[in-house]
């Protein structure tokens, strides 16, 4: 998650938000959301979850924006950029993929070689999977 702190009135809207998109109801799930990232701009989950009722309503455009957000306010979750390289590959947005910085994958490589893991030069299946990444959206 980010360094900003959540006030509880942010804490609320957020778990209200998140019971409305759980019933479906999109357009009150939405409004909340906005309010969340005017108030509080650098949490990550407001855009998640706005990528996520994008993505349901079909609007697969907005849904990519939107988790591009969350993934840069939250850098070191790779669940997150696995995800947007999913979807922008889905998409036929590569371009998406190309612009997220390599940074996840870098603090990766260094966290296994420092833990002693993986192959030869600390190579890790996440690791080479980054690689290929970065070796796919170069091309």
């Not at 409305?20 to 990550?44: C, I, N, S, W, Y």
């Not at 947005?93 to 603090?107: D, F, G, S």
């Amino acid at each position: 998650m980010s360094t900003q702190a959540v006030t509880p009135q942010v804490q609320q809207m957020l778990g209200d938000a998140t019971m409305k998109f759980a019933f479906r109801d999109f357009h009150a799930a939405t409004a909340l959301l906005l309010e969340v990232v005017r108030v509080a701009p650098g949490l990550p989950h407001p855009y998640q979850t706005l990528g996520l009722i994008y993505e349901e309503m079909e609007q697969p455009k907005k849904a990519l924006k939107l988790y591009t957000m969350a993934a840069q306010l939250s850098q070191r979750d790779a669940q997150q950029w696995r995800h947007l390289a999913s979807l922008a590959t889905r998409e036929n947005e590569i371009a998406q993929v190309a612009r997220a910085p390599a940074r996840p994958c870098a603090r990766r490589r260094r966290a296994a070689r420092r833990r002693g893991k993986g192959g030869r030069s600390g190579e890790t299946v996440a690791s080479r999977a980054c690689a290929r990444r970065s070796t796919r959206s170069a091309a």
